[in-house]
């Protein structure tokens, strides 16, 4: 069973962090939120989410996928936690899968993970802030070698949907998306 790992920051957005929690569920992932800190997280549009652990207590297991939710202040706080910094660096080394949508490919950036990389993110945010020999593109969805990213709320499902084909098959995704009633 895939494992993935969706640590919830204060101020992330909810639309992103549910739909992308709600598909890989429905696929059959084994999806862990961890708040930054104990307790309740509140979203940037005021809704309030409820992890299912910590961060710290998330960090003592493997994951196959760390999937960061976008929303400000929300990626910030995740760029500003060492533990994500350190996980996200040490899961890249391992080729495993690390996603970003929204403001959250700012947190790889950080780790200087997306260093000549194929990207995308929410419309304008990266512009001052390109890493180096980075592409930036206007796809819905970049992958880049095991990382993937994406430009916000309006394409968490195309997000979601893509990281479960990466995770399972396509025929998995294709269930998925059929039971979505999306055309």
Do not use: W
């Given at each position: 069973?895939?494992?993935?790992?969706?640590?919830?920051?204060?101020?992330?957005?909810?639309?992103?962090?549910?739909?992308?929690?709600?598909?890989?569920?429905?696929?059959?992932?084994?999806?862990?939120?961890?708040?930054?800190?104990?307790?309740?997280?509140?979203?940037?549009?005021?809704?309030?989410?409820?992890?299912?652990?910590?961060?710290?207590?998330?960090?003592?297991?493997?994951y196959d996928l760390v999937v960061l939710p976008g929303g400000m202040p929300g990626a910030q706080h995740l760029e500003d936690?060492?533990?994500?910094?350190?996980?996200?660096?040490?899961?890249?080394?391992?080729?495993?899968?690390?996603?970003?949508?929204?403001?959250?490919?700012?947190?790889?950036?950080?780790?200087?993970?997306?260093?000549?990389?194929?990207?995308?993110?929410?419309?304008?945010?990266?512009?001052?802030?390109?890493?180096?020999?980075?592409?930036?593109?206007?796809?819905?969805?970049?992958?880049?070698?095991?990382?993937?990213?994406?430009?916000?709320?309006?394409?968490?499902?195309?997000?979601?949907?893509?990281?479960?084909?990466l995770l399972f098959n396509k025929a998995k995704r294709d269930e998925v998306e059929a039971g979505l009633v999306r055309a």
């Amino acid at each position: 069973m895939a494992r993935v790992l969706i640590p919830l920051a204060q101020g992330c957005e909810e639309l992103e962090a549910v739909t992308i929690i709600d598909l890989l569920v429905r696929a059959g992932a084994e999806v862990t939120t961890a708040g930054l800190t104990p307790g309740p997280v509140k979203a940037s549009r005021g809704v309030t989410l409820l992890p299912d652990t910590d961060l710290d207590l998330a960090l003592q297991t493997d994951y196959d996928l760390v999937v960061l939710p976008g929303g400000m202040p929300g990626a910030q706080h995740l760029e500003d936690d060492p533990r994500i910094r350190q996980r996200l660096q040490t899961m890249h080394t391992d080729g495993k899968y690390l996603a970003a949508i929204c403001a959250a490919p700012k947190v790889l950036a950080a780790a200087g993970l997306l260093d000549g990389r194929r990207l995308t993110s929410y419309p304008g945010f990266l512009d001052q802030h390109t890493p180096p020999g980075a592409q930036y593109l206007s796809d819905a969805v970049v992958q880049d070698a095991n990382i993937i990213t994406s430009r916000g709320p309006g394409t968490a499902m195309d997000f979601a949907l893509h990281l479960i084909e990466l995770l399972f098959n396509k025929a998995k995704r294709d269930e998925v998306e059929a039971g979505l009633v999306r055309a």
